[in-house]
């Protein structure tokens, strides 16, 4: 893929070199997700012992049928639905947002094996689910935040409402798909500009 935009790591932006937040960015992310991490397994640790190690097989395939597989989500069609679309389209573009991330610290780079048939086939699809993902999230977001359906309501003697919560979950992803989007145009428009054969945009995708 021949580069035609400014590299992070060969820009400056009033006079600091981009390539720092480049570095910080990830940094910050990784750190504040270890801290929610070790904030939420801190009960964990302190409860009862409770053995893991039994039934292994069993276990592997829980794992793969309730969380890859989403079997209990469609028990509520609409937000189940709703939540797959969003889980399978975030963990498809998890390919893409690492490529991001290390884009920014070296000019050019590409996941081996993404730079033959197999990465313009993963970037149709990746295209298609940014769309369906940025659609899914506009409606659940506005499901949950105007429609409330009653089994959201948690009464105030046990908790608080997490609709704040939730919404802003919904438009950090969906700014995700956004900028992605954004990022794919200016490097297509940057290639047109420049006389090189710009890459394959999916028709119906942002």
């Not at 940094?27 to 991490?37: D, N, T």
């Not at 276990?59 to 509520?76: E, F, G, T």
């Not at 992803?173 to 420049?194: H, K, N």
């Amino acid at each position: 893929m021949e580069s035609v935009l400014i590299a992070p790591s060969s820009f400056t932006f009033l006079g600091i070199p981009t390539i720092l937040f480049s570095l910080v960015i990830p940094i910050v992310g990784v750190g504040l997700f270890a801290y929610i991490m070790a904030k939420r397994l801190a009960p964990l640790v302190k409860a009862a012992p409770d053995e893991r190690f039994d039934d292994i097989p069993v276990r592997v395939i829980n794992v793969v049928k309730i969380w890859l597989a989403q079997w209990r989500q469609p028990r509520y069609m609409t937000a189940g639905v709703l939540h797959i679309l969003i889980f399978f389209g975030f963990l498809s573009l998890g390919i893409r947002s690492t490529s991001l991330v290390v884009i920014g610290l070296k000019e050019g780079f590409i996941l081996p094996g993404m730079d033959g048939v197999i990465g313009h086939i993963y970037n149709i699809l990746k295209d298609y689910a940014a769309t369906w993902v940025l659609i899914a999230c506009i409606i659940a977001a506005v499901r949950r935040g105007v429609f409330r359906p009653e089994r959201y309501d948690v009464p105030k003697k046990i908790g608080h409402d997490h609709t704040g919560e939730a919404v802003f979950v919904l438009g950090i992803i969906s700014t995700l798909m956004i900028t992605e989007s954004l990022f794919e145009a200016s490097f297509v428009a940057a290639q047109i500009q420049q006389g090189v054969q710009p890459e394959f945009l999916a028709p119906g995708t942002l």
